[in-house]
């Protein structure tokens, strides 16, 4: 990769943070919705500390699993609406990597916002000290695969007026092995079992969602820009 | 022989809907040519420039070459050659000209900050530098996307109405600097309802068929 190449994919990366932080609420809505959402939970299934604990890694998951759903669905929007994507497709560069550097900016602003803050809703739910490096680190490996099955998703759906609920069937059943072995790792390391495989399994999933979604995304979005 | 075109379109088909848009459309842009583009409301335009620009790949038949090459082909440098401005101004309101301008996601835009601002200068944006976009008229806003036309270094240009919501004064320096372009050596392929005022072009493609 050549020094322009890297450049425009640094000034993507700059462009869309900076996009997103001058709108804040944007950024804030999934800790928000992370926070309503765990809150609510004691009070629908009960305070007992032992009960929350038992539930918290399936619950913490999902949540997170939720609120990059609900964020993902806006990666693409804006810039296929004002013609933005239009140019991005014709840039002499390759796309493989400019799809990647949007789903790395997304992943900045929401999977990495959410496990850095994570450990505060884990208290919230009684989930043992212990488990939270664990929760952590199983949320910064597991969201950036979410991040990548998102925006392809999205990469699919731009073009349509109302794609939100057809996103969250095209892409729920591919999130679901994530959901499945970062939830284990967790429950896992509450109960003092080995977490690697299951950290190693998470690490597999990003290693191939880096290798191949990039691809399908830029197909996704020639696709929506084409009709 | 003179050198190949830098864009040739050769039988082209065009159907949108269901519907035969063009038909048989051949021509030729050429280095130092002002094409304008005409016909009526729903007769293509935008459809053909989208093909030419290499947005719509597929519903359309014929072949357009740049320089000799089908334009999607490996060897082809048509996207390092070739600036595209839609009807969309693709201008963030989020952002200030200058960085919509620095930050442009087509990467064929001169970064350099003193360049942007003697582009943004040259549309009359001067002192508008640091607005943010959406504090910009619509013809401002407009004027933004044409400022990209001072920091490429493309030869071929396709306009898809570069004059919508230009003032009269904007509409005559528009138009001085697409003929110095094609003086230079660049070629422009652009639609507009209007016939230019102060510069003449150098011939028509009549989406009706007629073509020069």
């Known amino acids: 990769m050549n020094s322009s190449t890297w450049r425009y994919c640094l000034r993507l990366l700059r462009r869309q943070l900076v996009l997103a932080f001058r709108r804040p609420i944007e950024i804030a809505n999934p800790l928000l919705f992370f926070a309503i959402v765990v809150a609510l939970f004691p009070l629908g299934v009960g305070p007992e500390p032992a009960q929350l604990a038992e539930l918290a890694p399936g619950i913490l998951w999902v949540v997170a699993l939720l609120a990059n759903l609900l964020t993902s669905d806006v990666v693409f929007r804006s810039d296929f609406e004002d013609g933005s994507l239009e140019q991005l497709l014709l840039s002499p560069f390759p796309l493989y990597l400019s799809a990647l550097s949007y789903v790395v900016a997304q992943w900045l602003i929401t999977g990495l916002l959410l496990a850095a803050v994570s450990p505060v809703f884990a208290v919230m739910l009684n989930l043992p000290a212990g488990a939270i490096p664990v929760l952590m680190l199983s949320l910064l490996i597991g969201t950036g695969v979410l991040s990548l099955l998102g925006c392809v998703g999205v990469s699919l759906t731009v073009g349509l007026r109302r794609g939100g609920m057809l996103i969250a069937l095209l892409i729920l059943p591919f999130y679901v092995p994530v959901l499945i072995f970062g939830s284990a790792a967790v429950r896992a390391a509450t109960t003092g079992a080995p977490v690697g495989p299951y950290l190693a399994v998470l690490g597999a999933f990003l290693c191939l969602a880096l290798a191949l979604a990039p691809f399908a995304i830029a197909a996704g979005l020639r696709i929506s820009v084409d009709s | ?212």
């Open chain 2, 1 to 212: 022989m003179s050198s190949p075109a830098l864009l040739s379109v050769d039988k082209l088909n065009l159907s949108r809907g269901g519907r035969e848009l063009i038909r048989e459309l051949s021509f030729e842009l050429r280095s130092g040519q002002l094409l304008q583009l005409v016909g009526e409301n729903g007769a293509g335009k935008t459809s053909l420039l989208r093909v030419l620009a290499g947005l719509s790949r597929y519903g359309f038949e014929g072949s357009v070459c740049s320089e000799g090459l089908p334009i999607f082909s490996g060897q082809s440098q048509y996207f390092k050659r070739m600036l595209y401005l839609g009807h969309l101004s693709g201008v963030k309101g989020l952002l200030t000209p200058r960085e919509n301008l620095c930050w442009h996601l087509s990467g064929n835009c001169n970064t350099d900050i003193d360049a942007i601002d003697y582009a943004l200068d040259c549309v009359g944006l001067y002192g508008y530098e640091d607005v943010p976009g959406h504090k910009l008229s619509a013809g401002q806003q407009r004027r933004v996307n044409l400022a990209r036309l001072y920091l490429v270094d493309c030869p071929i240009w396709l306009l898809d109405e570069p004059f919508t919501a230009i003032d009269r004064a904007g509409v005559e320096t528009l138009e001085q600097l697409l003929l110095r372009h094609s003086q230079e050596g660049g070629a422009v392929l652009f639609t507009s309802h209007q016939p230019l005022v102060t510069v003449t072009c150098s011939g028509l493609v009549d989406l009706k068929g007629s073509q020069l």
